[in-house]
């Protein structure tokens, strides 16, 4: 006699499919974004002359690669050091929803402009110094009156599902390297940006090392009150190569100092394989060309 299976037994569909928390991402395009590292070269990166202006930027498909992974659609994504607002644009043409700090107004006036340009009314820009990151006064003051905002905590703060952001690399843009045709130089001969600023809140201008890394560990630790229980947090920074000729471990220096606070998850490198190539230290003297940046993976522990 034939054996009948009875298909709502099978293995397969006793099989229980776990529900996807983090993000919107399918099993297959999970793993891909595990890798260590991945190249990202993005057009527009190297040919928006707006965005040109601002003289450390990453590329929107960047911010989309990890956007997409730790959130879902019309979440609030936060960049407490926005730039040119290349974490907001990403976030927008992922369906979420966004807020960025900026210190410098002309890059805040910029970024409104490009924000409005792509119809992005789901982003804020707000002109601020990221110190003030978990100032309820400040939040309220910038957000109060403002429709679509992030839901607030038990503090009065606003509560984001995951902080994107790249903080000044210490005092780097203020370094040319030796004679050669720099992009530093070049920027300067193009009229273009070479800081951030002038400005004394710049924490691009502190000439000490180790009170640059303790000033931007005390912002993080502030961060850590604007996000949910258990959301993620990238911060995209490079090692430093300074004129004395040694390398400052930058990246592996503020995830310990970040570590205090947030629990460290790992790290994906981002290539630039289109970066131009400079002689430096030629013929006598090793001085890498650095055409990666470390994508540091932080998440916040269960309150």
Not at 119 to 130: E, F, I, N, S
């Amino acid at each position: 006699m034939a054996v009948q299976i009875d298909k709502g037994t099978s293995a397969r569909s006793r099989t229980r499919v776990r529900k996807n928390t983090l993000n919107d991402l399918s099993g297959r395009q999970w793993i891909k974004r595990t890798k260590s590292w991945l190249v990202c070269d993005s057009r527009r990166y190297h040919r928006n002359r707006d965005t040109e202006l601002h003289p450390a930027r990453y590329p929107e498909e960047l911010v989309i690669e990890f956007v997409e992974f730790f959130t879902k659609a019309d979440q609030w994504v936060l960049d407490p050091f926005a730039g040119t607002a290349a974490t907001l644009v990403g976030a927008h043409e992922t369906g979420r929803r966004s807020v960025g700090i900026e210190l410098s107004a002309n890059y805040a006036e910029m970024s409104r402009l490009r924000l409005r340009e792509i119809g992005a009314a789901d982003a804020h820009v707000l002109v601020g110094d990221a110190r003030e990151v978990a100032s309820e006064r400040f939040w309220a003051r910038e957000l109060g009156t403002r429709a679509g905002c992030p839901s607030l905590g038990p503090e009065g703060l606003p509560q984001f599902d995951f902080l994107m952001t790249s903080p000044p690399y210490w005092n780097m843009l203020r370094k040319s390297r030796g004679g050669v045709e720099s992009t530093h130089k070049q920027r300067a001969a193009g009229g273009l940006d070479t800081v951030y600023s002038d400005d004394h809140s710049d924490l691009g201008n502190l000439p000490d090392y180790d009170e640059f890394i303790e000033a931007l560990g005390a912002i993080f630790d502030n961060c850590y009150r604007v996000l949910r229980d258990r959301a993620y947090m990238v911060v995209v920074v490079q090692n430093v190569r300074v004129p004395e000729g040694e390398v400052r471990p930058l990246a592996w220096d503020l995830q310990r100092r970040i570590s205090r606070t947030f629990s460290f998850q790992g790290e994906r490198i981002w290539c630039q394989d289109s970066k131009k190539l400079g002689i430096w230290g030629y013929p006598t003297v090793f001085v890498p060309n650095y055409h990666h940046h470390y994508c540091l993976i932080f998440r916040k522990r269960q309150g």
